[in-house]
């Protein structure tokens, strides 16, 4: 088993490749966060616990892999169980979270040095990284530098974005969420301008998050079933806007239904590829509007035609949104964290737990190993056949697809009217080096 | 009982003013609309079955008063009982509402004229508004005008508003459910934003409601319990804004806990009592930013400090979020809108059922009856000892006055993933004018 391999540089090591001496592992969180990235922790560190011959300790990484660099170490096993379970109820990332990307071998050689320095100082034989797209890169850069620096390392990556554009698996923890999140509140502010339409407010626009992939936005379809039910209108970054033709629609749903409710993605572009919230767009007052899609949006529709409007910017308040957390999300996120342990104790290198939907009508999911090498800096954006003709819907397709990901309230439990997330105490791992290095 | 006594003028009841004939009701929604104040139509729907020797019908405007003058009344009797249940899950207002305040008689006697004539064609003895501010006013005034006009109505006005403002009720139904939103989504984003803070977003804004009242800002304040948790700045539009002292605090907040959450209300204004969302206030980009104080907050910090900062507006989000609705809050708006059948009934005219905090160490409230006299056009701000001496924080005396109005989770029931709010049928009463009316 490739995990239980290891070379005369690991101390204390010698000799026994044949059979398993227990090795501590890391664990980092990278990225932007989401409301289930500490469910997929509980599990790495849970299952971590059951494989006491494969792995002594989990060590995460203070703010990600600059806890590794810095030797900034958080003790897991120094948490109470109950704190781990309860992270499975917590947003956010509970150990830290970093944007960091690990530059190539010959660009920064110095970095996996250090990384290999610390991970020696502290017996590491598991890397396990979770994160996005930039994450699975950085964890497929470790597994493959481990051995060209003499120093082996079982890389598993976590899979984890609200974007939800990683390949290979149906769906990315943390989207699910966001995704209920965004349906939900489409679904309920729908009904408050609906209300209001008679006398004030016609045309409600939510923007949110996804700046590349339109799945964030294709969620917020989920809120309406039939024709002409809100969305009226969802803009994707997969979609060059089309001002006229978005007028026209906008236009006829309120002359039609008496209003017009718009979900916008972040990332909605014109044909020459900029971001309308970076076109210096005017609002309604002939101001320059900048940092947030939403007003642009809602200002072009007050311009053009006239009508009174509201928006919205979800911005955390959707990525953090645990309070209303798919059970899905929260049972998948689970389950990458705990496969990624079972993987690597059964020596899969360089691969990352993927969620396999299974065939059938009804909604049911395995996990598979998927190499790192095929995920890694790939995309996955919304297919052209789960969009409408017009550009401004979702497909049956769509909704078979992402129904199933928003089902079931994971409801966290509540003290005094408010959710009891946790803390960690994060005691930090003693540190082994004399050495430092600078981020 | 005033609401037994009837004129000439009222066709069938000649004669018959010592015994309760049973009239009709006519119910309205007004102004912004909330998570709740269906589950007050439900309260007053509910109750009037019960007191059929009073009340015959209960007729709702459809948009409101607008319902009224345009003899747009909906029949509530051929809504399912089970709807009518329903209502008590479901945001938004499931009637139509109306921003449109009903001028003094003597601006517009052809709208309290246009009133009597509907209410007379369809024999309703009994007004049920309900709003906020404005629409007690509007109560008031058809109850002075029923009688000078010679058709005397029962008027109780329900109390809601999400904006807490309204005198002599401890809370106001509506407010307890954003308030519980607005705390758990700070409370949520605030562990997005720790997670973040080391390498990316050291500051996020949450912009929310209140344009002259801070109540719902206050409620962001719940998101913490110790000193230094988020939110460390919370801005209100009862404290006029100190730029130096608001950025020594940001600064203080992430040197001390590396990261800073604000939450800030629309209504914030400089000294001079400009609003800071109107003030022309250049984002970090040297762009005018307008129609929303948050991003003019985020860019003000990233212009004086040069922290990274996210920000979101909640907008109607915050109001339609019934999906996390205080039990209290739920209780409440039904409680209301039951007491006010049960007033009116009583021969109570020109009064709204108040919340009243019972003594005690226990949260316990009752309903009174108190004169929509004393409640019209009063406004209630956050009183300065519910905020901290600083200006950016609550005293614990405010915590131990808004903590009891967001106990308990409300849930709706789900299906699919997404809860499952009820619309009404809607079917129009058979109108009995021939004359129209041009609102």
Redesign the interface.
């Known amino acids: 088993m490739k995990t239980t391999a290891r070379k005369k540089t690991v101390k204390r090591a010698a000799g026994a490749a044949a059979k398993p001496r227990p090795r501590n592992a890391f664990y980092a ?1 990278s990225g ?2 989401t ?1 289930v990235i500490n469910a997929s922790a509980a599990g790495v560190i849970e299952a971590a616990r059951k494989f006491p011959k494969h792995i002594g300790k989990v060590y995460a990484g203070r ?2 892999i ?1 806890g590794a660099l810095t030797e900034d170490l958080i003790d897991t096993s120094a948490e109470d169980p109950a704190t781990i379970r309860a992270l499975r109820h ?5 150990f ?5 990307k690990l530059k190539g071998l010959e660009q920064n050689r110095a970095e996996y040095e250090r990384l290999i320095e610390v991970f020696k100082a502290h017996d590491i034989g598991y890397f396990f990284y979770n994160g996005g797209n930039d994450s699975m890169d950085t964890a497929l850069k470790v597994s493959q530098i481990g051995e060209a620096l003499g120093y082996p390392v079982t890389c598993v990556g976590v899979p984890k974005t609200v974007d939800n554009d990683l390949p290979l698996t149906d769906c990315c923890p943390g989207f699910g969420s966001v995704a ?1 999140y965004i ?3 489409t ?3 729908a ?6 339409a ?3 407010t016609k045309v ?1 626009v ?1 923007e949110v998050m996804g700046r590349h992939a339109g799945w964030i936005a294709a969620a917020g379809g ?2 309406g079933r039939k024709a002409d039910d809100a969305p009226q209108v969802i803009l994707f970054p997969e979609i060059a806007f089309d001002k006229p033709a978005f007028l026209a629609k906008v236009k006829q749903s309120v002359e039609r239904n008496g209003y017009c409710v718009i979900v916008v993605s972040e990332g909605t572009r014109y044909p020459d590829g900029r971001f309308l919230a970076e076109a210096g767009t005017k ?3 002939g ?6 899609v ?2 642009v949006i ?2 072009m529709v007050k311009e053009e035609l006239g009508y009174k409007y ?8 959707q ?6 957390a ?1 059970q899905v999300d929260v049972d998948q996120a689970y389950a990458v964290g705990k496969a990624a342990v079972e993987f690597a104790v059964k020596g899969h290198n360089a691969v990352m737990p993927a969620i396999i939907r299974q065939p059938g009508k009804a909604y049911r999911w395995k996990i598979e190993a998927v190499p790192l090498a095929e995920v890694a800096n790939v995309e996955k954006t919304v297919p052209r056949h789960f969009i409408t003709a017009d550009g401004f819907g979702i497909t049956a397709a769509c909704r078979r697809y992402l ?1 199933p990901l ?4 994971a ?1 966290p439990p ?1 003290v ?4 009891d ?1 946790v803390r960690i105490k994060g005691k930090a791992v003693k540190r082994k080096l004399k050495t430092t290095y600078k981020v």
Do not use: C, N
């Open positions: 969180q932007g966060v409301a703010h990600g600059i917590t947003p956010a990332g509970a830290g979270s970093a944007r960091f209920k349906a939900v509140s679904r309920e502010a009904l408050d301008v609906a209300s209001m008679r006398t004030s409600f939510l989920l809120a609002d309604a007052f101001h320059t509007q900048l940092g947030g939403g007003p809602a200002g509201h928006w919205a910017v979800a911005d955390y308040l990525r953090a949104a645990r309070h209303i798919s129904e928003i089902a079931g309230e409801y509540y005094d009217g408010l959710p997330y």
